[in-house]
């Protein structure tokens, strides 16, 4: 995880060798792991660190791919591996979401950050728009990403990620859904 953190993302774009699907699994099970305690942190992490690697990994399109179609996580099977990480997003985002402000936990904030910032690199793939359409929950919270008048801190975001209004915004140009607003 440290690694994929400190490398580049123009590299990671480029090393899809040095991202094994163990890896993938690896990551993908600690923030499955995460996501079940009560505090969203496994072994001493938050769930917002496996999720921040994902990002930097998802920019590489192969490694994106590559974690949908072959992972093999302790609670997925392959035929829902797709279906299974976008289910565990959106439950997340619907849980962080609606208790972000400017008195709340900051990591609260940057971890609903991180997860737009995910459906924003699935959505430039448009075989995974459908996927992202049907959860009504999803759709709902892109959309007040973009007119919510709450002030959001963005102030801790590394500078690889858009902000929550930019990834809304994003999301639904590349699903072509601005006529849904």
């Known amino acids: 995880m440290i690694r994929a953190l400190l490398t580049d993302i123009n590299q990671i774009k480029i090393d899809s060798s040095s991202y094994s699907n163990q890896i993938l699994n ?9 996501a079940k305690n009560e505090r969203y942190r ?7 660190e496996p999720l921040t690697v994902l990002v930097k990994l998802f920019y590489n399109d192969e490694l994106l791919h590559n974690t949908f179609c072959n992972n093999e996580t302790k609670s997925s099977s ?10 565990l997003l959106v439950s997340l985002l619907v849980k962080f979401y609606p208790k972000i402000n400017l008195d709340n936990d ?4 940057y971890t609903c950050v991180v997860i737009l910032n995910l459906f924003w690199l699935i959505s430039n793939h448009e075989k995974y728009h459908q996927i992202i359409r049907n959860h009504e929950q999803l759709m709902d919270i892109i959309k007040r990403g973009i007119y919510d008048e709450e002030n959001f801190i963005d102030t801790f975001m590394p500078r690889t990620m858009k902000s929550i209004k930019q990834s809304a915004n994003d999301i639904l140009k590349n699903l072509n859904s601005e006529n849904l607003i």
């Open 42 to 48: 496994y072994n001493g992490s938050h769930i917002s």
């Open 106 to 109: 900051m990591l609260e904030n």
């Open 26 to 34: 690896m990551i993908i099970q600690l923030c499955i792991d995460a």
């Open 78 to 87: 392959s035929s829902s591996n797709i279906q299974s990480l976008i289910e």
